[in-house]
Protein backbone atom coordinates (compact mmCIF):
# COMPACT_ATOMS: atom_id res chain seq x y z
CA UNK A 1 0.00 0.00 0.00
CA UNK A 2 1.58 3.88 -0.83
CA UNK A 3 2.35 5.79 2.37
CA UNK A 4 0.17 8.61 0.34
CA UNK A 5 -2.95 6.49 -0.05
CA UNK A 6 -4.16 6.83 3.37
CA UNK A 7 -3.39 10.76 3.01
CA UNK A 8 -6.02 10.78 -0.60
CA UNK A 9 -8.42 8.64 1.38
CA UNK A 10 -8.49 11.18 3.88
CA UNK A 11 -8.33 14.13 1.56
CA UNK A 12 -11.38 12.66 -0.30
CA UNK A 13 -13.49 11.77 3.29
CA UNK A 14 -12.56 15.51 4.05
CA UNK A 15 -15.63 16.17 1.58
CA UNK A 16 -18.20 15.61 3.85
CA UNK A 17 -17.03 17.12 7.20
CA UNK A 18 -15.69 20.16 5.29
CA UNK A 19 -19.22 20.78 3.44
CA UNK A 20 -20.75 20.35 6.64
CA UNK A 21 -18.37 23.13 9.03
CA UNK A 22 -17.24 25.52 6.18
CA UNK A 23 -20.55 27.06 6.27
CA UNK A 24 -21.67 27.38 9.74
CA UNK A 25 -20.06 30.95 10.74
CA UNK A 26 -22.30 32.21 7.91
CA UNK A 27 -25.94 30.60 9.33
CA UNK A 28 -26.83 34.41 9.95
CA UNK A 29 -25.61 35.94 6.99
CA UNK A 30 -27.57 33.05 4.82
CA UNK A 31 -31.15 33.79 7.06
CA UNK A 32 -30.82 37.78 6.64
CA UNK A 33 -30.38 36.81 2.74
CA UNK A 34 -32.95 34.24 2.00
CA UNK A 35 -34.75 34.26 4.86
CA UNK A 36 -36.44 31.62 7.55
CA UNK A 37 -38.34 29.90 5.02
CA UNK A 38 -38.97 26.16 5.28
CA UNK A 39 -37.27 25.36 8.66
CA UNK A 40 -34.82 28.00 8.34
CA UNK A 41 -30.97 27.77 7.87
CA UNK A 42 -30.83 24.34 10.06
CA UNK A 43 -33.10 22.19 7.08
CA UNK A 44 -30.16 23.04 4.07
CA UNK A 45 -28.02 21.09 7.43
CA UNK A 46 -30.99 18.32 7.31
CA UNK A 47 -31.26 18.06 3.60
CA UNK A 48 -27.41 17.70 3.26
CA UNK A 49 -28.27 14.41 6.15
CA UNK A 50 -30.74 13.27 4.12
CA UNK A 51 -28.44 13.26 1.17
CA UNK A 52 -25.66 11.41 2.46
CA UNK A 53 -27.73 8.97 4.40
CA UNK A 54 -29.40 8.25 0.95
CA UNK A 55 -26.42 8.57 -1.09
CA UNK A 56 -24.85 6.09 1.08
CA UNK A 57 -26.83 2.98 0.42
CA UNK A 58 -26.76 3.56 -3.57
CA UNK A 59 -22.73 4.18 -3.14
CA UNK A 60 -22.03 1.69 -1.21
CA UNK A 61 -24.03 -0.79 -3.40
CA UNK A 62 -22.73 0.56 -6.82
CA UNK A 63 -19.08 0.16 -5.20
CA UNK A 64 -19.38 -3.35 -4.69
CA UNK A 65 -20.74 -4.58 -7.52
CA UNK A 66 -18.59 -1.73 -10.16
CA UNK A 67 -15.65 -1.34 -7.49
CA UNK A 68 -14.31 1.40 -5.49
CA UNK A 69 -13.05 4.43 -8.39
CA UNK A 70 -15.87 4.39 -11.16
CA UNK A 71 -18.33 5.52 -8.29
CA UNK A 72 -16.04 7.92 -6.06
CA UNK A 73 -15.53 9.77 -9.48
CA UNK A 74 -18.78 10.08 -11.06
CA UNK A 75 -19.85 11.46 -6.86
CA UNK A 76 -17.16 13.97 -6.39
CA UNK A 77 -18.13 15.33 -9.79
CA UNK A 78 -22.17 15.45 -9.05
CA UNK A 79 -21.04 17.24 -5.49
CA UNK A 80 -19.18 19.77 -7.98
CA UNK A 81 -22.01 20.71 -10.00
CA UNK A 82 -23.83 20.56 -6.95
CA UNK A 83 -22.26 22.92 -4.98
CA UNK A 84 -22.29 25.32 -7.17
CA UNK A 85 -25.82 25.30 -7.49
CA UNK A 86 -25.48 26.15 -4.01
CA UNK A 87 -23.35 29.28 -4.75
CA UNK A 88 -26.24 30.25 -7.07
CA UNK A 89 -29.33 29.60 -4.74
CA UNK A 90 -32.25 32.29 -4.92
CA UNK A 91 -34.03 31.03 -2.04
CA UNK A 92 -33.98 28.90 1.10
CA UNK A 93 -35.96 25.86 -0.84
CA UNK A 94 -33.49 25.93 -3.68
CA UNK A 95 -30.13 25.68 -1.53
CA UNK A 96 -31.90 22.75 0.90
CA UNK A 97 -32.68 20.86 -2.92
CA UNK A 98 -28.99 21.47 -4.06
CA UNK A 99 -27.23 20.88 -0.66
CA UNK A 100 -29.21 17.53 -0.80
CA UNK A 101 -28.02 16.85 -4.22
CA UNK A 102 -24.49 17.47 -3.19
CA UNK A 103 -24.73 14.61 -0.25
CA UNK A 104 -25.73 12.66 -2.67
CA UNK A 105 -22.94 12.64 -4.35
CA UNK A 106 -20.71 13.46 -1.78
CA UNK A 107 -22.00 9.65 -0.02
CA UNK A 108 -19.64 7.89 -2.34
CA UNK A 109 -16.34 10.03 -0.31
CA UNK A 110 -18.00 8.98 2.90
CA UNK A 111 -18.60 5.01 2.00
CA UNK A 112 -16.18 3.94 -0.40
CA UNK A 113 -13.04 4.88 1.54
CA UNK A 114 -14.26 3.57 4.41
CA UNK A 115 -14.44 0.10 2.33
CA UNK A 116 -11.46 0.75 0.73
CA UNK A 117 -9.79 0.32 4.54
CA UNK A 118 -11.39 -2.44 4.87
CA UNK A 119 -10.36 -3.76 1.40
CA UNK A 120 -6.63 -3.63 2.94
CA UNK A 121 -6.90 -4.48 6.39
CA UNK A 122 -8.40 -5.83 9.11
CA UNK A 123 -7.97 -6.14 13.18
CA UNK A 124 -5.35 -3.64 14.72
CA UNK A 125 -3.90 -2.84 11.20
CA UNK A 126 -6.97 -1.52 9.90
CA UNK A 127 -7.86 0.60 12.86
CA UNK A 128 -4.15 1.99 12.38
CA UNK A 129 -5.15 2.82 8.73
CA UNK A 130 -8.69 4.25 10.16
CA UNK A 131 -6.65 6.20 12.65
CA UNK A 132 -4.24 8.06 9.93
CA UNK A 133 -7.21 8.39 7.38
CA UNK A 134 -9.28 10.48 10.67
CA UNK A 135 -5.76 12.91 11.11
CA UNK A 136 -6.05 13.95 7.69
CA UNK A 137 -9.86 14.15 7.55
CA UNK A 138 -10.18 15.47 10.79
CA UNK A 139 -7.99 18.84 9.50
CA UNK A 140 -11.23 19.92 7.69
CA UNK A 141 -13.28 20.39 11.01
CA UNK A 142 -10.56 22.34 12.43
CA UNK A 143 -9.72 24.51 9.26
CA UNK A 144 -13.30 24.71 7.68
CA UNK A 145 -14.81 26.89 10.34
CA UNK A 146 -12.14 29.14 10.77
CA UNK A 147 -11.78 29.19 6.31
CA UNK A 148 -15.86 30.16 6.35
CA UNK A 149 -15.70 32.84 8.48
CA UNK A 150 -12.94 34.60 6.21
CA UNK A 151 -14.44 34.18 3.08
CA UNK A 152 -17.25 35.31 4.65
CA UNK A 153 -16.03 38.60 5.58
CA UNK A 154 -14.02 38.72 2.47
CA UNK A 155 -16.82 37.37 -0.58
CA UNK A 156 -20.40 36.49 1.25
CA UNK A 157 -22.09 33.23 2.22
CA UNK A 158 -21.91 32.63 -1.81
CA UNK A 159 -17.84 32.29 -1.69
CA UNK A 160 -18.05 29.66 0.74
CA UNK A 161 -19.84 26.83 -1.82
CA UNK A 162 -17.36 28.38 -4.75
CA UNK A 163 -14.96 26.43 -2.69
CA UNK A 164 -16.65 23.97 -2.02
CA UNK A 165 -17.23 23.28 -5.58
CA UNK A 166 -13.26 24.06 -6.04
CA UNK A 167 -12.38 21.07 -3.84
CA UNK A 168 -14.73 18.69 -5.05
CA UNK A 169 -13.21 19.26 -8.63
CA UNK A 170 -10.22 18.68 -7.06
CA UNK A 171 -10.89 15.84 -5.26
CA UNK A 172 -12.63 14.17 -8.63
CA UNK A 173 -9.53 15.03 -10.31
CA UNK A 174 -7.27 13.03 -7.64
CA UNK A 175 -9.69 10.59 -7.67
CA UNK A 176 -9.14 9.83 -11.55
CA UNK A 177 -5.48 10.54 -11.70
CA UNK A 178 -4.13 8.70 -8.42
CA UNK A 179 -6.53 6.55 -6.62
CA UNK A 180 -5.59 2.64 -7.21
CA UNK A 181 -8.57 0.07 -7.47
CA UNK A 182 -8.61 -2.02 -4.31
CA UNK A 183 -11.84 -4.29 -5.29
CA UNK A 184 -10.84 -6.70 -8.27
CA UNK A 185 -13.65 -7.64 -10.36
CA UNK A 186 -13.40 -11.35 -9.03
CA UNK A 187 -14.65 -10.27 -5.59
CA UNK A 188 -17.52 -7.74 -6.82
CA UNK A 189 -20.58 -8.52 -5.88
CA UNK A 190 -23.08 -8.87 -9.10
CA UNK A 191 -26.58 -9.03 -7.69
CA UNK A 192 -30.27 -8.46 -7.94
CA UNK A 193 -31.20 -5.54 -6.37
CA UNK A 194 -33.80 -7.78 -4.19
CA UNK A 195 -30.80 -9.67 -3.50
CA UNK A 196 -29.06 -6.39 -2.33
CA UNK A 197 -31.86 -5.56 -0.03
CA UNK A 198 -31.38 -8.89 1.85
CA UNK A 199 -27.66 -8.59 2.23
CA UNK A 200 -28.88 -5.05 4.03
CA UNK A 201 -30.78 -7.09 6.14
CA UNK A 202 -28.55 -9.82 7.02
CA UNK A 203 -26.13 -6.96 7.70
CA UNK A 204 -28.47 -4.67 9.83
CA UNK A 205 -29.33 -7.43 12.33
CA UNK A 206 -25.85 -8.92 13.14
CA UNK A 207 -25.41 -7.51 16.57
CA UNK A 208 -21.51 -6.63 16.03
CA UNK A 209 -22.72 -4.00 13.35
CA UNK A 210 -25.70 -3.45 14.73
CA UNK A 211 -24.14 -2.46 18.29
CA UNK A 212 -21.33 -0.81 17.12
CA UNK A 213 -23.42 1.27 14.22
CA UNK A 214 -25.83 2.20 16.97
CA UNK A 215 -23.11 3.38 19.30
CA UNK A 216 -21.27 5.58 16.21
CA UNK A 217 -24.48 6.60 15.07
CA UNK A 218 -26.10 8.37 18.65
CA UNK A 219 -22.04 9.80 19.10
CA UNK A 220 -23.02 11.22 15.95
CA UNK A 221 -26.53 12.56 16.64
CA UNK A 222 -24.78 14.68 19.83
CA UNK A 223 -22.40 15.91 17.51
CA UNK A 224 -24.25 17.13 14.85
CA UNK A 225 -26.98 18.47 17.64
CA UNK A 226 -23.66 20.65 18.82
CA UNK A 227 -22.83 21.52 15.43
CA UNK A 228 -26.29 22.64 14.56
CA UNK A 229 -26.61 24.30 17.80
CA UNK A 230 -23.64 25.73 18.34
CA UNK A 231 -23.58 28.89 15.87
CA UNK A 232 -26.62 30.13 17.27
CA UNK A 233 -25.31 29.82 20.60
CA UNK A 234 -21.96 31.33 20.29
CA UNK A 235 -22.67 34.14 18.00
CA UNK A 236 -26.97 34.98 18.78
CA UNK A 237 -26.45 34.08 22.17
CA UNK A 238 -23.33 35.28 23.28
CA UNK A 239 -22.42 37.91 20.51
CA UNK A 240 -18.90 36.20 19.32
CA UNK A 241 -17.67 37.21 15.64
CA UNK A 242 -18.13 34.86 13.10
CA UNK A 243 -14.50 34.58 12.51
CA UNK A 244 -13.87 34.16 15.96
CA UNK A 245 -16.57 31.55 16.07
CA UNK A 246 -14.46 29.73 13.43
CA UNK A 247 -11.41 30.11 15.35
CA UNK A 248 -13.28 29.41 18.49
CA UNK A 249 -14.76 25.82 16.68
CA UNK A 250 -11.59 25.13 15.22
CA UNK A 251 -9.99 24.88 18.82
CA UNK A 252 -12.48 22.75 20.36
CA UNK A 253 -12.04 20.40 17.25
CA UNK A 254 -8.07 19.61 18.06
CA UNK A 255 -8.74 17.55 20.76
CA UNK A 256 -10.79 15.11 18.23
CA UNK A 257 -7.40 15.22 15.71
CA UNK A 258 -5.39 14.01 19.15
CA UNK A 259 -7.73 11.25 20.33
CA UNK A 260 -7.55 9.27 16.80
CA UNK A 261 -3.91 9.35 16.79
CA UNK A 262 -3.79 8.42 20.13
CA UNK A 263 -6.29 5.64 19.65
CA UNK A 264 -3.86 2.82 18.19
CA UNK A 265 -1.73 3.50 21.13
CA UNK A 266 -4.37 3.25 23.70
CA UNK A 267 -6.04 0.07 21.88
CA UNK A 268 -2.85 -1.62 22.45
CA UNK A 269 -3.14 -1.07 25.99
CA UNK A 270 -6.65 -1.48 26.88
CA UNK A 271 -8.01 -2.98 23.95
CA UNK A 272 -11.94 -2.73 23.28
CA UNK A 273 -12.31 -0.81 26.86
CA UNK A 274 -11.05 2.50 24.62
CA UNK A 275 -14.73 3.87 23.06
CA UNK A 276 -16.32 2.32 27.01
CA UNK A 277 -13.61 4.72 28.54
CA UNK A 278 -14.30 7.81 26.13
CA UNK A 279 -18.19 7.47 26.41
CA UNK A 280 -17.54 7.50 30.39
CA UNK A 281 -15.96 10.84 29.73
CA UNK A 282 -17.93 11.75 27.23
CA UNK A 283 -21.04 11.41 29.50
CA UNK A 284 -19.67 13.52 32.07
CA UNK A 285 -18.77 16.47 29.92
CA UNK A 286 -22.53 16.71 28.23
CA UNK A 287 -23.96 16.52 31.59
CA UNK A 288 -22.07 19.03 32.86
CA UNK A 289 -22.53 21.28 29.60
CA UNK A 290 -26.49 20.59 30.24
CA UNK A 291 -26.29 21.31 34.01
CA UNK A 292 -24.72 24.74 32.60
CA UNK A 293 -27.29 25.37 29.84
CA UNK A 294 -30.41 24.47 32.17
CA UNK A 295 -29.45 26.84 34.94
CA UNK A 296 -27.77 29.55 33.12
CA UNK A 297 -24.72 29.51 34.70
CA UNK A 298 -21.42 28.86 34.00
CA UNK A 299 -20.86 31.02 30.70
CA UNK A 300 -20.10 31.02 27.83
CA UNK A 301 -17.02 29.04 29.04
CA UNK A 302 -19.85 26.49 31.06
CA UNK A 303 -20.70 25.67 27.41
CA UNK A 304 -17.61 26.02 25.31
CA UNK A 305 -15.12 23.74 27.60
CA UNK A 306 -17.20 20.88 27.92
CA UNK A 307 -18.06 20.51 24.58
CA UNK A 308 -14.44 20.22 23.64
CA UNK A 309 -14.19 17.26 26.55
CA UNK A 310 -17.18 16.08 24.73
CA UNK A 311 -15.39 16.64 21.22
CA UNK A 312 -12.07 15.07 21.55
CA UNK A 313 -13.77 11.92 23.22
CA UNK A 314 -15.53 11.05 19.86
CA UNK A 315 -12.19 10.71 18.38
CA UNK A 316 -12.46 7.71 20.27
CA UNK A 317 -15.66 6.53 19.17
CA UNK A 318 -15.79 6.86 15.74
CA UNK A 319 -12.74 4.57 14.27
CA UNK A 320 -13.16 2.02 17.01
CA UNK A 321 -17.11 1.80 16.11
CA UNK A 322 -16.81 1.88 12.32
CA UNK A 323 -13.77 -1.25 12.33
CA UNK A 324 -16.28 -3.12 14.68
CA UNK A 325 -19.13 -2.56 12.50
CA UNK A 326 -17.32 -3.99 9.30
CA UNK A 327 -14.93 -6.44 11.02
CA UNK A 328 -17.54 -9.54 9.81
CA UNK A 329 -18.15 -8.28 6.40
CA UNK A 330 -15.31 -8.03 4.56
CA UNK A 331 -17.15 -9.84 1.77
CA UNK A 332 -19.76 -7.22 1.55
CA UNK A 333 -17.97 -4.11 2.56
CA UNK A 334 -19.07 -1.34 0.79
CA UNK A 335 -22.36 -2.56 1.74
CA UNK A 336 -22.04 -2.41 5.08
CA UNK A 337 -20.25 0.86 4.90
CA UNK A 338 -22.77 2.28 3.43
CA UNK A 339 -25.10 0.98 5.98
CA UNK A 340 -23.69 2.34 8.68
CA UNK A 341 -23.23 5.69 7.13
CA UNK A 342 -26.54 5.61 6.23
CA UNK A 343 -27.91 5.32 10.07
CA UNK A 344 -25.10 7.64 11.14
CA UNK A 345 -26.43 10.96 8.92
CA UNK A 346 -30.13 9.90 9.02
CA UNK A 347 -29.35 10.42 12.50
CA UNK A 348 -27.37 13.42 11.92
CA UNK A 349 -29.90 14.78 10.29
CA UNK A 350 -32.38 14.28 13.33
CA UNK A 351 -30.19 16.07 15.35
CA UNK A 352 -29.55 19.01 13.26
CA UNK A 353 -33.59 18.99 12.61
CA UNK A 354 -34.78 18.81 15.67
CA UNK A 355 -31.98 21.84 17.05
CA UNK A 356 -34.12 23.81 14.32
CA UNK A 357 -37.29 22.68 15.51
CA UNK A 358 -36.55 23.15 18.96
CA UNK A 359 -34.93 26.22 19.39
CA UNK A 360 -35.99 28.61 22.15
CA UNK A 361 -32.94 31.45 22.37
CA UNK A 362 -31.02 29.30 24.73
CA UNK A 363 -28.48 26.22 24.34
CA UNK A 364 -31.09 23.78 26.48
CA UNK A 365 -32.68 22.18 23.30
CA UNK A 366 -28.94 21.37 22.23
CA UNK A 367 -27.47 20.49 25.46
CA UNK A 368 -30.84 17.83 25.94
CA UNK A 369 -30.11 16.42 22.45
CA UNK A 370 -26.42 16.17 23.41
CA UNK A 371 -27.17 14.05 26.48
CA UNK A 372 -29.68 11.53 24.79
CA UNK A 373 -27.04 11.33 22.13
CA UNK A 374 -24.44 9.68 24.57
CA UNK A 375 -26.96 7.95 26.60
CA UNK A 376 -28.06 5.78 23.82
CA UNK A 377 -24.38 5.55 22.39
CA UNK A 378 -22.87 4.55 26.39
CA UNK A 379 -26.03 1.52 25.91
CA UNK A 380 -25.11 0.51 22.56
CA UNK A 381 -21.68 0.10 23.88
CA UNK A 382 -22.61 -1.88 26.45
CA UNK A 383 -24.44 -4.51 24.17
CA UNK A 384 -21.09 -4.92 21.77
CA UNK A 385 -19.47 -8.54 21.85
CA UNK A 386 -16.34 -8.51 22.99
CA UNK A 387 -13.46 -9.99 21.49
Known amino acids: MPRWLPLLLGFLTAVGPLSTDMYLP???????????????????LSAW????????LVQGTLADRLGRRRPLIIGTAVYTVASIG??????????????CLAAFGGAASAVIPRAMVRDLATGMDAARLMSRLMLVMGAAPILAP??????????????IFWVSASYGLISCLLAAWLLPETLPPERRLRRSPLALIGDFGR?????????????GGATMFLVFAFIAGAPEVYIAQYGIAPAEFGLLFALSATGFIGMTQ?????LGRIGSHVPRLA????????ALLTFFAFTGTGGFLGL?????????CTGLVFPNSAVGALARHGVRAGSASALLGTLQFALAALGAGLVGALTEDTARPMAALMLAGVVVAVVADRLRPRG
Open 304 to 312: YLPACVTLA
Open 86 to 99: CALSADMLQLSAWR
Open 146 to 159: TLGGVLLLGGGWRA
Open 203 to 215: IGVERGFLSNAVM
Open 262 to 266: LNPWL
Open 49 to 56: FIGLAVGQ
Open 279 to 286: LTVCLLAV
Open 26 to 44: AFPAIEAELGTGWGGVQAT
